[in-house]
């Protein structure tokens, strides 16, 4: 890997790890002082605006992140479609959540939301979409640190004003929702001001060619996420309409710390896209290895970060989810894998190959939906997380697949070399020989 690369990932993981232990801290947080039911309700609220936010981004989530490094010159025309298509994509978002609570259909425990909470979930959609859409625009531009910066700022404004709050008194799940919105805001306003390079408002000559292009890209990234994200989200959907209200806010305790599993293979494919994106043809080199280094560093994790996930479940939130354990232990093993995959899909983006996510995203998705419904029955939220880690394996061997197959490289690449243990293991010496002179100069 290069320096560049080398210190991109470096900040974005830092920056990972800052994130998910204030997410982790809310989480727990909010469960604690709303019990499991009122936990699971207000997941509900916020389940929707994610997986519509997702769907109807265009495929912003990608795109943002590949075109500023494919066309470095058009950034401004950029920035105003980014700006234009959020707005879009949040107007279909909100009408297709209108209509889910308009219908008169079975809602399950989703059919438990209040007016003011409905509303609210709704308000949701165009802040969340917006912030996400601008923080991925500022990366694809190269700012990993700045990205990273609006990341921790916009989450440590939802947990202080969450400690605000419970500490001043009653805590409720309008209130927590009404707060999830607020954070949005200085997140939104920070990737404004370091995008201000690229401010444009005007509709060039060519920006119709160039919104072809997002569009075209866009649309297939999007069909695949409409698959993609429903097998990270269809368990939780569906536990909506299949178990009670507790049940689904341990399950969300049990997918908010498995989650911390991608920590690092979010942190190398966020700074590899970019990366890749700039400079694609004398890059692909460093994509088996990094691969093979993700996957390795993400399994020998595993059992260590199972036991602090499980102390850190039992102690802080105690018996009332107990029931969070066992569907963590069992997500935990499906997220390592599949999070090192993604460096392989990041490849993919970079070969402008969308048409492999949809494939992956949908088989995925059918062998979820099929296995959720026959586990969730039976073994409830145990059976989701089966479910769930089955489709992550079948996703990573996909993306193996298609990532030899596009690449003419054999299997032997990405196969685990004794030069890896060895890389890992200097990495590891070397961290803890500067610690300890950092140490002894502090003494």
């Known amino acids: 890997m290069t320096v560049s690369l080398g210190k991109s990932i470096k900040t974005q993981f830092v920056g990972n790890v800052l994130f998910s232990l204030l997410m982790v801290a809310a989480a727990m947080l909010t469960a604690r002082i709303l019990g499991p039911a009122d936990r699971g309700l207000l997941r509900l609220a916020q389940l929707l605006p994610l997986v519509l936010t997702k769907i109807f981004s265009f495929g912003l989530d990608i795109s943002s992140a590949a075109f500023p490094g494919l066309y470095p010159d058009r950034r401004r025309e950029l920035f105003l479609l980014t700006v234009l298509l959020s707005l879009a994509g949040s107007l279909l978002a909100i009408l297709i959540e209108y209509l889910f609570f308009a219908l008169p259909f079975p809602k399950g425990q989703f059919g438990q939301m209040t007016p003011l909470l409905i509303t609210l979930s709704i308000v949701y959609i165009p802040f969340f979409m917006l912030a996400q859409n601008l923080m991925t625009f500022v990366r694809g531009c190269g700012q990993i640190d700045r990205s990273v910066r609006?990341?921790?700022?916009?989450?440590?404004?939802?947990?202080?004003?969450?400690?605000?709050?419970?500490?001043?008194?009653?805590?409720?799940?309008?209130?927590?929702?009404?707060?999830?919105?607020?954070?949005?805001?200085?997140?939104?306003?920070?990737?404004?001001?370091?995008?201000?390079?690229?401010?444009?408002?005007?509709?060039?000559?060519?920006?119709?060619?160039?919104?072809?292009?997002?569009?075209?890209?866009?649309?297939?990234?999007?069909?695949?996420?409409?698959?993609?994200?429903?097998?990270?989200?269809?368990?939780?959907?569906?536990?909506?309409?299949?178990?009670?209200?507790?049940?689904?806010?341990?399950?969300?305790?049990?997918?908010?710390?498995?989650?911390?599993?991608?920590?690092?293979?979010?942190?190398?494919?966020?700074?590899?896209?970019?990366?890749?994106?700039?400079?694609?043809?004398?890059?692909?080199?460093?994509?088996?290895?990094?691969?093979?280094?993700?996957?390795?560093?993400?399994?020998?994790?595993?059992?260590?970060?199972?036991?602090?996930?499980?102390?850190?479940?039992?102690?802080?939130?105690?018996?009332?989810?107990?029931?969070?354990?066992?569907?963590?232990?069992?997500?935990?093993?499906?997220v390592a894998v599949v999070g090192a995959a993604d460096i392989l899909a990041g490849d993919l983006a970079a070969r402008q190959k969308p048409k492999y996510a949809v494939i992956n995203g949908y088989t995925t998705f059918l062998l979820n939906?099929?296995?959720?419904?026959?586990?969730?029955?039976?073994?409830?939220?145990?059976?989701?997380?089966?479910?769930?880690?089955?489709?992550?394996?079948?996703?990573?061997?996909?993306?193996?697949?298609?990532?030899?197959?596009?690449?003419?490289?054999?299997?032997?690449?990405?196969?685990?070399?004794?030069?890896?243990?060895?890389?890992?293991?200097?990495?590891?010496?070397?961290?803890?020989?500067?610690?300890?002179?950092?140490?002894?100069?502090?003494?």
């Open 150 to 334: 609006v990341q921790l700022i916009q989450t440590s404004s939802l947990l202080v004003l969450l400690l605000i709050f419970v500490l001043a008194g009653r805590f409720t799940v309008p209130l927590a929702m009404t707060l999830f919105i607020l954070c949005t805001l200085p997140g939104i306003v920070l990737a404004v001001a370091y995008l201000r390079p690229y401010w444009n408002l005007r509709w060039f000559t060519q920006t119709g060619s160039l919104l072809k292009t997002s569009l075209q890209f866009g649309m297939q990234v999007s069909l695949s996420h409409i698959a993609s994200f429903l097998v990270l989200y269809q368990d939780q959907v569906m536990l909506g309409f299949m178990v009670p209200l507790a049940q689904v806010g341990q399950y969300m305790i049990s997918v908010s710390v498995a989650e911390r599993m991608r920590l690092l293979p979010n942190a190398v494919s966020m700074a590899f896209l970019p990366h890749l994106s700039s400079d694609l043809q004398n890059r692909q080199a460093e994509v088996p290895r990094t691969f093979r280094l993700t996957l390795l560093i993400s399994l020998l994790a595993l059992v260590p970060y199972g036991l602090l996930g499980t102390a850190a479940i039992a102690l802080l939130l105690g018996r009332p989810y107990a029931g969070s354990i066992a569907p963590f232990l069992i997500l935990i093993a499906g």
């Open 369 to 443: 939906l099929v296995l959720n419904f026959l586990f969730i029955p039976s073994m409830s939220i145990i059976g989701a997380a089966l479910a769930s880690t089955l489709a992550y394996w079948l996703s990573a061997a996909l993306w193996i697949f298609f990532y030899l197959r596009e690449s003419k490289r054999p299997l032997r690449c990405l196969r685990f070399e004794a030069d890896d243990f060895r890389f890992l293991l200097q990495t590891a010496r070397d961290l803890l020989r500067r610690t300890a002179g950092r140490f002894h100069k502090s003494a």
